[in-house]
């Protein structure tokens, strides 16, 4: 009877309103919010609506669910600061309507299967689907990231260790498991003899990552070689716009130079950060001003990376233009930099506008670069090298805002032998919400992936100095002018992801497909279909 009386509860509530629940649940768990639990029942509303609709109605199932999450990731661009406001209202309609859709997609996937497969199939095939619709909606110039689950977890450091072996996707596989199981235990709670068994199994599956988490946290073999760099960064918290005012440019500067004149009064320190665009001119045609911060820095014999924009001149009608880092040493006159290669659809490019030049006439008020080519590394020179046994430069690699959000770029920089890596942004536009504290936090899962501890200078916060395993060491708050030092224990090991990649992600999108291909040649149940919208 009470069974009976729990179940016509929940028949009651509509499936829009269940689903929209999951997708607030899932938002809740993403920083800054401290929820990062509710990630592990968040599905389940998910999974029941699934279940008791038979597998039909999924596309608007899979659309309501991912219009919460997105917007309740995203809402912030109706208020972006760098556009006007009809233009910021559009692009983050668009955005979250596009990224509903392909939620819809996944939801029509789930119920194919279930149909055709079953519940029970179909339940132990949710985590791989989740994990193989994830990483293909990061891929190519539309991919996007904030939206994974994996990112519930980045104050949950203990699991989080296994994005070493697995990436930053193992994680949301793991946490989707976990969710299969919670369902399992609550649609047989009444039958003793299966919820056993089930427990069981959810209970190792939940230790399992803590486990390895705590032995390898308590593990020496990271940083074997005992290898340091001591870093600094600054947070002048300037605004955006006014700083690219001529009349404003020598006070921006010279707030870099009081804060530099404060990292730099730590021993021994080796590198110097400045946030993305943090010189408002092209330095590497302002050649006085090349000259400025390189007197600056050989004054202080620091190292100095830093954000400023860039161009290149193809002929006389035609340029490039690129949001860059630049890297000079005090014992050197040369200045080196890399071009950002992902960049923010809409915001930064219009998508596919290099094949299709019509598109180059469209202004959302984006900013119209070019994206780089390649990765490069940076090399500094140390001046404490009592503790290292093998190279007296370290190699730094560089990413700029959105491009943090990509494995893959990270991944790329450590394979060509980066021990550290920089990161720069300006996440000014976007307001004391919530979007400034999640883009801070997806760095702690690159940091974990790859064993390489990060420093990420915000111009206006959240700026922070990450170990290799995805701890802060360091920070400072959003919209407040500081500086933070520290120093770093440098990687001397591999991760499995940084050797083998996404393997993992591989597997899951073969396996998917192969559920797909067995669907076709099942003949189904014989129940009467019904529309699938």
């Given at each position: 009877?009470?069974?009976?009386?729990?179940?016509?509860?929940?028949?009651?509530?509509?499936?829009?309103?269940?689903?929209?629940?999951?997708?607030?649940?899932?938002?809740?768990?993403?920083?800054?919010?401290?929820?990062?639990?509710?990630?592990?029942?968040?599905?389940?509303?998910?999974?029941?609506?699934?279940?008791?609709?038979?597998?039909?109605?999924?596309?608007?199932?899979?659309?309501?669910?991912?219009?919460?999450?997105?917007?309740?990731?995203?809402?912030?661009?109706?208020?972006?600061?760098?556009?006007?406001?009809?233009?910021?209202?559009?692009?983050?309609?668009?955005?979250?309507?596009?990224?509903?859709?392909?939620?819809?997609?996944?939801?029509?996937?789930?119920?194919?299967?279930?149909?055709?497969?079953?519940?029970?199939?179909?339940?132990?095939?949710?985590?791989?689907?989740?994990?193989?619709?994830?990483?293909?909606?990061?891929?190519?110039?539309?991919?996007?990231?904030?939206?994974?689950?994996?990112?519930?977890?980045?104050?949950?450091?203990?699991?989080?260790?296994?994005?070493?072996?697995?990436?930053?996707?193992?994680?949301?596989?793991?946490?989707?498991?976990?969710?299969?199981?919670?369902?399992?235990?609550?649609?047989?709670?009444?039958?003793?003899?299966?919820?056993?068994?089930?427990?069981?199994?959810?209970?190792?599956?939940?230790?399992?990552?803590?486990?390895?988490?705590?032995?390898?946290?308590?593990?020496?073999?990271?940083?074997?070689?005992?290898?340091?760099?001591?870093?600094?960064?600054?947070?002048?918290?300037?605004?955006?716009?006014?700083?690219?005012?001529?009349?404003?440019?020598?006070?921006n500067m010279n707030t870099l130079y009081a804060l530099s004149d404060s990292v730099t009064a730590q021993e021994n320190l080796d590198l110097l950060v400045w946030p993305e665009t943090a010189i408002p001119a092209y330095l590497r045609y302002r050649k006085w001003l090349h000259r400025e911060i390189h007197e600056y820095i050989s004054q202080k014999e620091v190292s100095l990376l830093t954000g400023a924009p860039d161009f290149v001149k193809l002929d006389s009608n035609n340029y490039n233009f690129y949001n860059s880092t630049f890297f000079m040493t005090a014992a050197k006159t040369k200045i080196e930099s890399y071009n950002k290669i992902r960049l923010v659809p809409f915001g930064e490019k219009i998508p596919l506008s290099n094949i299709f030049e019509v598109l180059e006439n469209i202004n959302l008020g984006q900013g119209n670069f070019d994206a780089g080519d390649s990765?490069?590394?940076?090399?500094?020179?140390?001046?404490?090298?009592?503790?290292?046994?093998?190279?007296?430069?370290?190699?730094?690699?560089?990413?700029?805002?959105?491009?943090?959000?990509?494995?893959?770029?990270?991944?790329?920089?450590?394979?060509?032998?980066?021990?550290?890596?920089?990161?720069?942004?300006?996440?000014?536009?976007?307001?004391?919400?919530?979007?400034?504290?999640?883009?801070?936090?997806?760095?702690?899962?690159?940091?974990?992936?790859?064993?390489?501890?990060?420093?990420?200078?915000?111009?206006?916060?959240?700026?922070?100095?990450?170990?290799?395993?995805?701890?802060?060491?360091?920070?400072?708050?959003?919209?407040?002018?500081?500086?933070?030092?520290?120093?770093?224990?440098?990687?001397?090991?591999?991760?499995?992801?940084?050797?083998?990649?996404?393997?993992?992600?591989?597997?899951?999108?073969?396996?998917?497909?192969?559920?797909?291909?067995?669907?076709?040649?099942?003949?189904?149940?014989?129940?009467?279909?019904?529309?699938?919208?």
């Amino acid at each position: 009877m009470t069974k009976r009386i729990i179940i016509n509860k929940f028949k009651h509530i509509k499936s829009p309103v269940l689903a929209a629940i999951s997708g607030l649940l899932i938002v809740l768990a993403l920083p800054p919010f401290p929820f990062y639990f509710l990630a592990f029942i968040a599905l389940v509303p998910f999974i029941y609506i699934l279940i008791r609709n038979n597998f039909f109605l999924c596309f608007s199932t899979g659309f309501v669910f991912g219009l919460i999450l997105n917007l309740g990731i995203l809402y912030w661009l109706a208020g972006n600061q760098g556009t006007t406001w009809y233009f910021a209202f559009l692009s983050m309609l668009g955005a979250v309507l596009i990224l509903a859709v392909q939620y819809g997609i996944l939801g029509i996937t789930i119920g194919f299967i279930g149909r055709r497969l079953g519940k029970e199939i179909l339940l132990w095939s949710l985590p791989v689907l989740f994990g193989a619709f994830e990483f293909i909606t990061a891929q190519g110039v539309l991919g996007f990231t904030w939206n994974s689950l994996c990112y519930t977890q980045t104050s949950n450091i203990i699991p989080a260790q296994i994005a070493s072996i697995f990436g930053c996707y193992g994680i949301s596989f793991w946490i989707v498991l976990v969710n299969v199981l919670l369902y399992k235990v609550a649609s047989n709670f009444f039958k003793r003899k299966k919820v056993v068994g089930t427990i069981i199994i959810l209970t190792i599956v939940i230790l399992l990552p803590y486990l390895y988490g705590f032995l390898d946290l308590n593990s020496n073999h990271h940083n074997a070689n005992g290898n340091k760099i001591t870093v600094g960064l600054v947070q002048p918290n300037v605004d955006p716009n006014e700083k690219w005012n001529h009349a404003a440019f020598r006070e921006n500067m010279n707030t870099l130079y009081a804060l530099s004149d404060s990292v730099t009064a730590q021993e021994n320190l080796d590198l110097l950060v400045w946030p993305e665009t943090a010189i408002p001119a092209y330095l590497r045609y302002r050649k006085w001003l090349h000259r400025e911060i390189h007197e600056y820095i050989s004054q202080k014999e620091v190292s100095l990376l830093t954000g400023a924009p860039d161009f290149v001149k193809l002929d006389s009608n035609n340029y490039n233009f690129y949001n860059s880092t630049f890297f000079m040493t005090a014992a050197k006159t040369k200045i080196e930099s890399y071009n950002k290669i992902r960049l923010v659809p809409f915001g930064e490019k219009i998508p596919l506008s290099n094949i299709f030049e019509v598109l180059e006439n469209i202004n959302l008020g984006q900013g119209n670069f070019d994206a780089g080519d390649s990765i490069k590394l940076f090399e500094v020179p140390l001046k404490n090298n009592d503790n290292l046994k093998s190279r007296k430069n370290v190699l730094v690699s560089s990413a700029i805002c959105y491009e943090s959000g990509f494995s893959d770029l990270v991944r790329g920089g450590v394979r060509k032998g980066a021990q550290l890596l920089v990161i720069v942004t300006n996440d000014a536009w976007f307001g004391n919400t919530s979007a400034p504290y999640l883009h801070a936090a997806i760095a702690k899962l690159r940091a974990i992936e790859n064993n390489i501890p990060i420093v990420r200078a915000a111009n206006t916060g959240v700026s922070t100095i990450i170990d290799s395993r995805g701890r802060t060491v360091k920070k400072c708050g959003f919209e407040q002018r500081g500086y933070a030092t520290s120093q770093l224990n440098l990687r001397s090991k591999r991760t499995i992801f940084s050797r083998m990649g996404y393997y993992f992600n591989y597997l899951l999108v073969g396996i998917s497909i192969i559920l797909l291909g067995f669907c076709y040649i099942s003949p189904g149940s014989n129940r009467k279909k019904e529309e699938l919208l």
